[in-house]
């Protein structure tokens, strides 16, 4: 059954961690996976995360499994914190959340769901967009293709060919749209063209869903989900698959959660019944530690203030990094305009870097970035910037 299995190729991403893993080099940077670092370069358990955890040891009582879809706190603070604290549409009981390990279970939940339960044959994702999206969809059932969405040229968002292409969306189909900090680009809508998306998707009548994995790590928590709250205003159905790996810096105990929106309760309740069974015959259920993390924060004012306190922390330090970073290009001679790398948001630029140049930092410098010129900007410090924008200057020369 197996002898004739071609090998498959390594993870774009997670393959090159361990090229850089095993490379030798004292001074190599690594600037590939999506992952915070801090100024040593490191990428510590957060201390509120830290303390909930003892409290966890301390209080647990027992390792039944939790429900279906997971923990019901979890799943209120989690729309509340995509949605807003006093959110209509979470009283109106047209919102039903699941607990899912991580932002991508809940991507491929979200994919099951449509391809098994829904007529949605087809999904439209951005390009460029994170690959394992075309992976999870593709995996699922879902043929994949794409809308423009980045200008190279003047590295800002494409919007006439974004609007060009999802007017060629048929009904019945649905569109990916990451809610902030776009990955791999850094670039987001604006309030003002996200409405404009808004209103095409209730005319052609095609289903919009979101990916927000960087919640908090733009411009705040709530700034961040301007675009899926606006859409959650607008629309009569909605799908968000949302990740808590990187603002609670959670990345491997795998929490995250399916949004499911409806026309109303009873809509919703049905439709979530079905993404229930999904679930059951995929994992059964999600485990809890994780979860049980980010329930003992959120709904502990004091703890909420100093969970928020340390994602203001990465956050800024990002904005700094981005400021150094292009400063520190034209200390260092670089011709080129880089200042469109301050207005990106979130951890990942899209550098311009082409990949020969990316593979000459790989192989010469032992600085290591993704094969499409993203960087991650959480990777920067005080320590490795010189290093880096020389090595890249030099490239670019
Ligand atoms: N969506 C995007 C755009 C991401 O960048 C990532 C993480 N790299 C995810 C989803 C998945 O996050 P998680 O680790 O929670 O599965």
Known sequence: MFENLVAAPADPILGLAEIFNADERINKINLSVGIYKDEHMLTPVLACVKKAEAQLLENEQTKSYLPIEGLVTFNTLTQKLILGEDNQLIISGRVKTAQAPGGT????????FLVKRTKIKRIWVSSPTWPNHQSIFQTAGLEVRDYRYYNAQTHELDFDSLIEDLNHVSAGEAVLFHGCCHNPTGIDPTPEQWQ????????????????????GFGQGLDEDALGVRLFAKNQPELLIASSYSKNFGLYNERV????????NEDIAECAFSQVRTIIRANYSNPPSHGANVVVNILSNPEMKDEWIDELTTMRQRIHRMRQLFVKTLQEKGAKQDFSFITKQNGMFSFSGLTEEQVFALRNDYGIYIVNSGRLNVAGMTLDNMSLLCESIVKVLS
């Not at 808004?198 to 095609?206: E, I, P, R, V």
């Not at 995250?256 to 026309?263: D, F, M, Y």
């Open 196 to 215: 404009i998306i808004s209103d095409l998707a209730l005319k052609k009548g095609w289903l919009p869903v979101f990916d927000l994995a960087y919640q």
């Open 256 to 263: 995250g959660a399916l949004t499911l929106i409806a026309e």
């Open 105 to 112: 279970g809940a991507l491929r939940i979200m994919a099951d």
